[in-house]
C-alpha cells in the first residue's frame, strides 16, 4: 500500500519530517517521547507557515521536493 | 516514513508503505522485543525450563562484600544479558536510523550505570534513604546533563520510548487477560473524567488569558491526556506553530519531572496504598516514562516503609491501567476532533488540514497492542494452573524472569530521562502558559487524588491485594 501525497506538505520542499531533524529541531520531544512515536505519524515543520503541521496538510506555497 | 517518488508525468509524490511502518517505528520494535522476550520465556517453559539464567536481576544486600560476590558469581549471565539486550535494541536502533557502532558503545554505558542503580536500589537500607533506584536515575541523569553535560557520544543510545514500550510490553505478561478486562473500564471512567476536566481547565484558562486556541489546545492535550507525545499529536493536527509546540513540550516535561517526586513522596506522607497511589499518578503524570518511575518507585515502598499497604506492583499495575489504557489509547480520537474543530471554527492559518478518521488509527500507540498481546499469551498458558501451582510453577520460570527484564528495562528509560533534559536548550515561555498550565495541573492532581483516594479507592486497594 502507498499514499500519494503530490501537493501535500509530504512532498513539500518546505516539511521537514526526518525524526532526528525533528528532536533536534524541539528540544525536550525526545525526554519523555519520541519523534519516531506512533503518536506523531508524519508530522514535521513547515518552514514557510512556521507551523508544525500534518503531513497530509496543503497550501498555496507547495513546491515539489526534488525527487530522491 | 515516506520516499519522494516521481512517477511516469513527472509529479513528484511521497510514498509510504504499510509494512515499513512496521519496521521504522519506535512502537513496533518495542513490540517485537518485548514479545520476543516473551516467546522466548514461553518456550523455555514449555520445554521445563526458564529463561531466569539470562534475566539475571541483582538481589538483596547488606554490604559491599554481598555486591562484589554476587557480580563475582554472575559475571557472565550480566555479560550475556547486555549482548542479548544490544542485540534487541541494536536492531530496533538500526532501523530507525541510528548506527549501530554508535549504539553500542553508549548502550554501553547506559547498561553499566544501570546495573550499578539497580543494585542500588537492593540495598537493604535504600528505601530509609529515599534511593529508590527510578528516582535515583532521574536525579543522576538530570545532575550530569545539567551541570558537567552529557557527551555527544552517548546520545544515539538514549531512547527513552522504546525502552519504556519494550518495558510495557514485558509489563503485559504480568498482567492477567481478566485483570485488563475487570479493571480497564473503571479506569477508563476515572481517566475520562480528569481527561475531560483537566483539558477543559486549561484550554478556557489560556483562551481566557488570551493565548491562541492551538496553543490552548496542545497545551490541553498535553496536560490531560499523554504528556509530549499529547501535546505533539494534536499540535500536528491543527496545526499549531512551531514556537508554540515547543513550548508544550517545555512546560510538559518541567511538570512531569517535578510530579515524579513530588506525587509518591506525597503518599508515601499520606500512607496510601500501593494501588491507590498508583491510580492517582496514572492519572495526575504526563508521560508514561515519568508515570512509570513514580509508580515504581512508590512500588519500592511496599513492605519496606511502614504503613504502605498493597503488593509492589499494584502501583505499576493500577498506573498502567489508568495511563495506557484510560488515557493513552484515546489520543488518536483527541487529535482527530480536535484537528475538525480547528478546521471548522478556529481561525484560518495559510495551510489547509486534510485530516480524516484514519488518524485515529495511524496516531494510535501501537505498543497498546503488544502490551495486550502479551497479557493474553501468558493468561492463555497460565489457565491450566490453580491459584497455588501457579505461584509455585508459572511465577517463578516465567513470569518472574519477564518481570526482571522489564525492570532493566525501565531503569534504562528513568536513566535516559535524565540525561536527554538539558533545561538550558528548552524553549523559553511566558507567564501566561505556564499560569494556564499550571492552573490544570493543580485541578488535575487533586480530581485525580479524590477520585482514587474517595470514590474508587476501595477498588484499587483490591488491585493491590
Known amino acids: ?68 | 516514513m515516506a520516499e519522494i517518488a516521481q512517477q511516469a508525468n513527472g509529479t513528484l509524490v511521497a510514498r509510504r508503505s504499510a509494512w515499513s511502518e512496521l519496521f521504522r517505528n519506535e512502537d513496533w520494535w518495542a513490540i517485537w522485543i518485548g514479545l520476543a522476550l516473551i516467546a522466548a520465556a514461553l518456550a523455555g517453559f514449555a520445554a521445563g525450563g526458564s529463561i531466569k539464567w539470562i534475566a539475571v536481576a541483582p538481589q538483596k544486600w547488606s554490604h559491599l562484600a554481598d555486591v562484589r560476590t554476587q557480580l563475582a558469581q554472575h559475571w557472565l549471565q550480566y555479560g550475556a544479558l547486555f549482548l542479548l539486550w544490544s542485540a534487541a535494541f541494536g536492531a530496533g536502533a538500526a532501523a530507525l536510523g541510528i548506527a549501530v557502532s554508535r549504539f553500542l558503545p553508549a548502550f554501553l554505558a547506559i547498561f553499566t550505570v544501570s546495573t550499578l542503580i539497580y543494585f542500588l536500589g537492593l540495598w537493604d537500607q535504600s528505601a530509609h534513604y529515599n534511593l529508590e533506584p527510578p528516582l535515583v536515575a532521574l536525579a543522576l541523569g538530570l545532575l550530569l546533563a545539567n551541570t558537567v553535560g552529557v557527551p555527544r557520544w552517548l546520545s544515539p543510545a538514549l531512547r527513552v520510548e522504546l525502552f519504556i514500550k519494550t518495558g510495557i510490553v514485558l509489563l503485559g505478561a504480568s498482567l492477567p487477560l481478566t485483570l485488563i478486562a475487570w479493571a480497564g473500564p473503571t479506569a477508563i471512567v476515572q481517566a475520562a473524567i480528569v481527561s475531560l476536566v483537566t483539558f477543559g481547565t486549561i484550554y478556557f484558562a489560556a483562551t481566557w488569558m488570551g493565548l491562541d486556541r492551538r496553543l490552548a489546545a496542545t497545551l490541553g492535550t498535553g496536560g490531560a491526556v499523554c504528556g509530549v507525545s499529547g501535546a505533539i499529536a494534536v499540535g500536528g493536527a491543527v496545526g499549531a506553530r512551531k514556537e508554540h509546540v515547543s513550548v508544550a513540550i517545555s512546560l510538559v516535561v518541567l511538570w512531569a519531572i517535578a510530579m515524579i517526586f513530588v506525587l509518591p513522596l506525597t503518599a508515601r506522607t499520606l500512607g496510601l496504598s500501593t494501588g491507590v497511589a498508583g491510580a492517582w499518578i496514572g492519572t495526575s503524570e504526563f508521560a508514561d516514562a515519568a508515570g512509570l518511575a513514580a509508580a515504581q518507585a512508590y512500588g519500592g515502598y511496599a513492605g519496606n516503609v511502614p504503613g504502605i499497604a498493597g503488593t509492589p506492583d499494584a502501583a505499576v499495575t493500577a498506573f498502567t491501567l489508568m495511563k495506557v489504557i484510560g488515557r493513552d489509547m484515546w489520543i488518536g480520537v483527541w487529535a482527530f476532533v480536535l484537528s475538525l474543530i480547528a478546521t471548522a471554527r478556529w481561525e484560518k492559518t495559510g495551510v489547509q488540514n486534510r485530516t480524516g478518521a484514519a488518524e485515529i488509527w495511524r496516531r494510535f500507540p501501537k505498543f497498546v497492542l503488544g502490551f495486550l498481546v502479551a497479557s493474553a499469551l501468558v493468561t492463555l498458558v497460565s489457565q491450566g494452573y490453580d491459584y497455588a501451582a501457579y505461584k509455585k510453577e508459572v511465577v517463578p520460570a516465567l513470569v518472574a524472569p519477564l518481570q526482571a527484564l522489564r525492570t532493566w528495562a525501565f531503569t534504562f528509560a528513568f536513566l535516559s530521562i535524565g540525561l536527554t533534559t538539558r533545561l538550558r536548550e528548552f524553549a523559553a515561555f511566558g507567564a501566561r502558559p505556564f499560569y494556564a498550565f499550571a492552573i490544570g495541573v493543580v485541578v488535575n492532581v487533586a480530581l485525580g487524588f479524590v477520585l482514587s483516594t474517595q470514590v474508587f479507592n476501595g477498588f484499587w486497594d483490591r488491585l493491590g491485594q
Not at chain 1, 520531544?29 to 508530522?43: G, K, N, P, T
Open chain 1, 1 to 68: 500500500m502507498s499514499t500519494q501525497a503530490a501537493g501535500c506538505c509530504l512532498g513539500c520542499s518546505h516539511f521537514m519530517h526526518e525524526p532526528q531533524k525533528l528532536e533536534r529541531a524541539l528540544p525536550g520531544l525526545a525526554s519523555l517521547s519520541s519523534a519516531y512515536a506512533a503518536v506523531r505519524a508524519e508530522d514535521g515543520l513547515c518552514s514557510v507557515h512556521d507551523r508544525y503541521v500534518a503531513a497530509s496538510s496543503r497550501c498555496a506555497s507547495y513546491v515539489a521536493a526534488a525527487a530522491a
